[in-house]
């Protein structure tokens, strides 16, 4: 069974050997790698956090992504990004838990708002895995563990702040509305193009 970190490893070679091709064949354009922390949240539909626990229909964790991009010259730009959330790590086991992993590829414009300020709205297509599990504190019976992925439309708003030749300070929210809810993530981060 392929695991969740083997398959954003699959999808992450695959995003790095597609932006690399992509900076052979443009002109006057940068790559752009980046890195983002920050919260996440998965909001799940009602029916089945009724069915799981109703403790999960809003729960908050942690996230990062790993991105790779290119700008072309006229501002288009296209971004592949692995992200993981979850809140595993604070719960121990003893509560409820989520974890989650995207591979996303998205299609997006940079809008210049002032010398350091531009806005760069993006939506694409997201491959996500997600596992529930219940914690054991409290439960009486066996944790109930579900384990669900797909495809879906996902979208991404950042505000890029250039800082210094190369360096963008990044501020992003992202959500991927799935078949199950939906995954969000507030982040900041770091970005260099080149």
Not at 40 to 64: I, K, M, P, R, Y
Request: proline share 2%.
């Amino acid at each position: 069974m392929e695991t969740i970190l083997m398959k954003a490893m699959k999808y992450s070679a695959l995003a790095v050997f597609l932006m690399t091709n992509c900076h052979a064949i443009a002109d006057e354009s940068k790559v752009v790698f980046g890195i983002e922390i920050g919260s996440s949240s998965l909001d799940l539909e009602s029916d089945l956090a009724n069915e799981f626990n109703q403790d999960f229909l809003d729960d908050t964790g942690v996230s990062s992504t790993y991105s790779v991009g290119y700008r072309w010259a006229n501002n288009w730009q296209v971004e592949g990004s692995l992200s993981a959330s979850g809140n595993a790590l604070f719960s121990l086991g003893l509560e409820d838990f989520y974890q989650a992993a995207e591979a996303k590829l998205m299609v997006g414009y940079s809008f210049q708002l002032a010398k350091h300020l531009r806005i760069v709205p993006l939506i694409g297509v997201s491959r996500w895995d997600v596992e529930l599990q219940e914690g054991f504190l409290l439960n009486p019976g066996p944790e109930e563990r579900i384990e669900s992925d797909g495809t879906d439309f996902s979208y991404k708003v950042s505000a890029e702040f250039p800082i210094k030749k190369g360096f963008v300070l990044s501020l992003s929210y992202a959500s991927t509305d799935t078949t199950f809810g939906d995954i969000s993530m507030t982040q900041a981060g770091l970005k260099y193009e080149f």
